[in-house]
C-alpha cells in the first residue's frame, strides 16, 4: 500500500521560512516526478513546484524565487523549503507522486492527507 506523509507544517509569521517533508512507502518513486501542490479556503487547488528525477524542477508563479523542491531518492523523500512566507501561502499543502517521469506531463497517481501552514501578518 502505498502512502505519501507529510510533515513540518505549522504556524508562521510572515517573513518566515518552514520546511516540509514528504516520505513515501510502499513504492519506489525515485524515476517518477513528485510534487507539492496546495489549497486554500474557498480556492482551487494549485501547483506549487514539481520535480524530477534529476532533480530539474518548475514552480508555480507565486512561489518563484522563495520555494525550493528538493528530492532525496535513497529515502524516497521529496522536501519543500519555503522562506519569505507570506499570508496568502496559507494553504493545505499536499504532497503527490506521479507516474509521469516527464515533467511538464501531470500523471498524479498518489496523494499524500496533507500538512496546513498558516502565516501569520
Known amino acids: 500500500q502505498v502512502q505519501l506523509v507529510e510533515s513540518g507544517g505549522g504556524l508562521v509569521q510572515a517573513g518566515g521560512s518552514l520546511r516540509l517533508s514528504c516520505a513515501a512507502s510502499?513504492?519506489?518513486?525515485?524515476?517518477?516526478?513528485m510534487g507539492w501542490y496546495r489549497q486554500a479556503p474557498g480556492k482551487q487547488r494549485e501547483m506549487v513546484a514539481r520535480?524530477?528525477?534529476?532533480?530539474?524542477?518548475n514552480y508555480g508563479d507565486s512561489v518563484k524565487g522563495r520555494f525550493t523542491i528538493s528530492r532525496d531518492n535513497a529515502k524516497n523523500t521529496v522536501y519543500l523549503q519555503m522562506n519569505s512566507l507570506k499570508p496568502e501561502d496559507t494553504a493545505v499543502y499536499y504532497c503527490?507522486?506521479?507516474?509521469?517521469?516527464?515533467?511538464?506531463?501531470?500523471?498524479?497517481?498518489?496523494w499524500g492527507q496533507g500538512t496546513q501552514v498558516t502565516v501569520s501578518s
Open positions: 503527490a507522486a506521479d507516474s509521469s517521469r516527464v515533467l511538464f506531463r501531470t500523471r498524479i497517481d498518489y
Open positions: 510502499g513504492s519506489t518513486f525515485s524515476d517518477n516526478v
Open positions: 520535480i524530477a528525477s534529476g532533480g530539474s524542477s
